[in-house]
């Protein structure tokens, strides 16, 4: 690293729904950034032309391989910061285990100050007790967070919780990722405190964090008060956007648990998952500490309220 430089950081996953704001927010925060470009890409030419219009914002692209060690230790030795942005969710592509081979690479390449691997959701040390078949996305991250941690590697976990497209602009409601016109399903009585996070907002915190030592081997939870809303009040911010009231059916926590039956492996780990965010209010029934909360730790980042984000949707 320059002296009073910053970091230079290589987004694995670069192309992915977090990776690609990953790599815009590391541009824009002023980083020498490294894009993995893996071969196995093959085809897929969005990937290919979202690589290329990185390029010409200023990235570099690294070629690296998940089946070819060095390839991966090379990659890893032109950095200081590692950020994966692997998938963890079932209904996209699901290979968070790939990045036992990533800490195998920065552990033997030995130079990266700050790992931070692929969480952005909810925080795995805290779902324990979460149900079958959706606890397989944490105990996998915990598995992770093990080796990470057996090896030294210094780390940043970052706990984003709830996306804004997938929960905010559907009013919550699965299977659709637009706001329901008439009705619209109550999980309980819609009480339940969520915590919802823009993702442009999730990439800029995260690169905040890269080279600040309050963070070092930290989890960061990204919770800034004004979006930690029940359902019933992000239900409200619409009903005033739009000018009319929807007609809401509270579902109780036994109907809704028994609905999993109905469904394949994707949906039951949706379910659960739905569960212990909408009834038990896991991303934000406990306390975080000032110096472990993003937007305390970076009030200058102006974060989109969800008002202001269900415009969009009007």
């Not at 490294?34 to 010409?56: A, C, H, T, W």
Request: with cysteine; hydrophobic share 40%.
């Amino acid at each position: 690293m320059t002296i009073m430089g910053k970091s230079k950081v290589l987004v694995v996953g670069g192309t992915g729904y977090i990776g690609r704001r990953i790599v815009k927010a590391s541009l824009e925060q002023g980083h020498e950034t490294y894009v993995l470009q893996r071969p196995d890409i093959g085809l897929e030419i969005e990937k290919v032309q979202m690589l290329l219009s990185f390029k010409k914002q200023g990235a570099h692209l690294v070629e690296g391989s998940f089946s070819n060690h060095q390839s991966l230790v090379d990659a890893v030795k032109l950095v200081d910061v590692v950020i994966c942005t692997m998938s963890g969710v079932h209904f996209r592509s699901h290979n968070l285990m790939m990045q036992l081979k990533l800490v195998e690479a920065i552990k033997d390449a030995g130079n990266v100050k700050r790992f931070l691997p692929s969480e952005f959701g909810l925080d795995p040390a805290l779902m324990g007790h979460a149900l079958e078949p959706g606890r397989v996305t944490f105990d996998e991250k915990m598995t992770i967070r093990k080796t990470i941690e057996d090896a030294n590697i210094p780390f940043t976990y970052i706990s984003a919780n709830c996306f804004a497209s997938y929960f905010v602009g559907n009013l919550s409601q699965m299977g659709t990722l637009f706001p329901p016109q008439d009705k619209v399903v109550l999980y309980g009585d819609g009480n339940v405190k969520v915590t919802y996070m823009d993702e442009d907002d999730v990439a800029t915190y995260t690169i905040k964090t890269i080279d600040d030592p309050r963070t070092l081997n930290k989890t960061i939870y990204l919770r800034p008060p004004e979006n930690i809303l029940t359902q019933r009040e992000l239900i409200e911010k619409w009903e005033k956007l739009i000018g009319k009231q929807l007609d809401k059916s509270p579902l109780s926590e036994q109907d809704f648990l028994s609905s999993m039956k109905g469904f394949d492996i994707v949906g039951q780990v949706g379910v659960g998952h739905f569960y212990h965010i909408f009834y038990e209010g896991c991303s934000a029934n406990f306390e975080v500490g000032g110096e472990q909360e993003a937007s305390k730790l970076y009030p200058e980042v102006q974060y989109t309220r969800m008002d202001e984000f269900l415009k969009l949707y009007v």
